[in-house]
């Protein structure tokens, strides 16, 4: 960029330059030259007064007075022009000013020239610099090595990295046996559940170098730069002798390669082709070990996928709830957190928390903390940085919203609240709040659903009537005509969840067991499913409707206490919904 701007600069100084050195030309030559109607330059000459005239394929001629007065004048261009002025006993001198105009052109074809060549040569140097510093790789400080006791949860990834960790500690064990080292390990899974922790701490282990990339580190603009820094990469770790490679986001690197197709990425099939040689090439118990991670394993080129390069491939999920507690512990070790808080309690209320997320939240709670001067984080900034998490700050001034928009927002929080508590009991509804939000919303409500492997068909459809349960609910008190746009997102969302039942999961008894990511757009007509999933939402929300209907007076009276409390906590949520039905 520095260049960039260098070379922008020495340009516009030299066509500054060049304009001012013609204009001083073209000034000198016309300073003190009056010009004179070709009239009276014909007068002067009939009355014998013309000494000199010079003649040249320029507009203009210069007229020399005996008086020694020049001037210049119209050029006739006539043919027998010369011959009158010698008939006139005037002296004539031809002169050629082609060059004279030419010269300023020249210098500045010359100096763009100049610049050009300047630029090209410099470009080379820059790239050929680029392409050395680029291809190098940092190895990361390893005076700090993390162990997997510093990573909490994932037990199950750490126990299969253990295995791995073993091998490169005792190999003659394995040789002895003629098991050969994996080559490399797929960490795959949602983001911030902890991938690159668990690498690092697997070096750590193991005590081994640790090589950590980015997979867009090799996405290049210079042709066969990404092969080259593979190759470098996987130079320094054979030199370091036993280590482990790191690659994240290995997606943007190893996308499955286009084939045919004219439109492909030569570059970057150039990129992995030289990330499958180098791992092929590893010689038996060499003790390196590539660790790779993705949240994509979906679009992994099937070629990085085989025996003999990522060996094996480990999810790490979301943490479960004593995943979740031991990483809440492990994050308030160098925090002072009060007696009265109860990461139990915590871990129970952040279900879909990833690793990442939590750590976040003991971070804005010690934030919290600090702001108020406080001595030790308390149960009450955990609260609020669980809330800032999860939907943002409150906003601070609500004296602009009206007493109607915040009636709708009462009853389409308690809708979806009621729906929940009605179809979904083994749920929790944790708060429910009609205070926007710097996140952009209106209102919300926590629904925290029990931990589970895996999703039935009936807890699809009873999440798919918690996300209409807002627009039921508008619908019912305000009239169909008065429903509002705070339902955008739930009918996002549902709309989401009811074309996976159908499209994906095999769970509508029309479009049957059918994955249609598979048949992909193979002459489909897509609208078989646009009409299951319109029928299927449709009588959803008329199921919705019912069900608040039958129990309007509860949701009557949660709207009214929002109104006037704004916050519902779960224990008031839940005396309110038992006291009324």
Not at 227 to 239: C, G, N, P, V
């Amino acid at each position: 960029m520095r260049l960039n701007n260098k070379i922008k600069i020495t340009l516009s100084v030299i066509v500054i330059f060049t304009l001012l050195l013609t204009g001083y030309i073209y000034i000198k030559n016309r300073k003190g030259i009056e010009e004179i109607p070709y009239t009276l330059f014909l007068t002067h000459v009939e009355m014998g007064l013309v000494e000199e005239v010079v003649l040249s394929n320029n507009e203009k001629i210069k007229v020399r007075l005996e008086n020694g007065n020049v001037f210049v004048t119209d050029n006739p261009r006539k043919v027998n022009f010369k011959e009158e002025l010698l008939l006139n006993n005037i002296k004539v001198i031809e002169k050629d000013e082609t060059i004279n105009q030419t010269i300023p052109m020249i210098l500045t074809v010359s100096i763009m020239g100049f610049i050009l060549f300047h630029i090209s040569r410099n470009m080379s140097k820059q790239a050929a610099k680029e392409m050395s510093q680029m291809s190098k790789i940092d190895t990361e400080n390893n005076t700090k090595r993390l162990k997997f006791s510093d990573v909490a949860g994932n037990e199950e990834a750490k126990e299969a990295l253990m295995d791995l960790v073993d091998f490169i500690k005792n190999p003659d064990a394995y040789i002895k046996l003629g098991a050969r080292l994996p080559r490399g390990v797929l960490l795959y899974g949602p983001p911030g559940t902890g991938k690159t922790l668990l690498a690092k701490a697997m070096a750590g282990e193991a005590g081994v170098p640790f090589f950590p990339v980015s997979g867009s580190d090799f996405v290049q603009v210079y042709a066969g730069l990404g092969a080259s820094r593979i190759r470098e990469l996987f130079k320094k770790a054979k030199e370091a002798g036993k280590s482990v490679i790191f690659i994240d986001e290995i997606d943007s690197l190893g996308k499955k390669r286009q084939g045919d197709n004219p439109s492909g990425s030569e570059e970057g099939d150039r990129t992995l082709n030289a990330l499958l040689t180098e791992m092929s090439g590893f010689n038996e118990n060499d003790g390196i070990i590539v660790v790779a991670a993705t949240n994509r394993i979906d679009i992994l080129d099937e070629a990085l996928l085989r025996p003999g390069r990522f060996d094996r491939q480990v999810e790490v999920n979301l943490p479960d709830v004593s995943g979740r507690y031991k990483i809440l512990k492990l994050h308030s070790e160098n925090k002072p957190i009060s007696k009265d808080v109860d990461l139990k309690k915590l871990a129970l209320d952040t279900v879909y928390f990833s690793g990442a997320k939590l750590e976040n939240l003991m971070n804005e709670a010690a934030i919290y903390a600090a702001k108020e001067k406080s001595s030790e984080i308390t149960s009450d900034h955990i609260n609020r940085a669980y809330y800032t998490v999860l939907v943002g700050d409150e906003k601070k001034d609500r004296s602009a919203i009206q007493v109607r928009d915040k009636e709708i927002t009462a009853f389409h929080e308690a809708g979806h609240a009621l729906v929940t508590k009605l179809v979904a009991k083994d749920n929790r509804v944790t708060k429910v709040s009609i205070i926007p939000s710097t996140k952009g919303m209106g209102g919300f409500s926590i629904n925290l659903p029990p931990d589970k492997m895996y999703q039935s068909k009936k807890d699809i459809l009873s999440n798919i009537m918690i996300a209409l349960g807002g627009r039921a609910a508008e619908e019912i008190i305000f009239g169909k005509d008065l429903v509002t746009t705070g339902a955008s997102s739930d009918l996002e969302k549902a709309t989401e969840m009811t074309l996976s039942m159908i499209a994906l999961l095999g769970m509508d008894e029309e479009t049957g067991l059918v994955n249609y990511n598979v048949v992909g757009n193979r002459n489909l007509d897509n609208k078989l499913l646009l009409n299951r999933t319109k029928e299927t939402l449709d009588n959803l929300y008329l199921e919705t409707k019912k069900l608040l209907m039958e129990n309007i007076k509860v949701l009557k009276s949660l709207a009214k206490n929002l109104i006037e409390k704004e916050v519902l906590n779960e224990e008031e949520i839940n005396y309110l919904i038992t006291s009324e039905v």
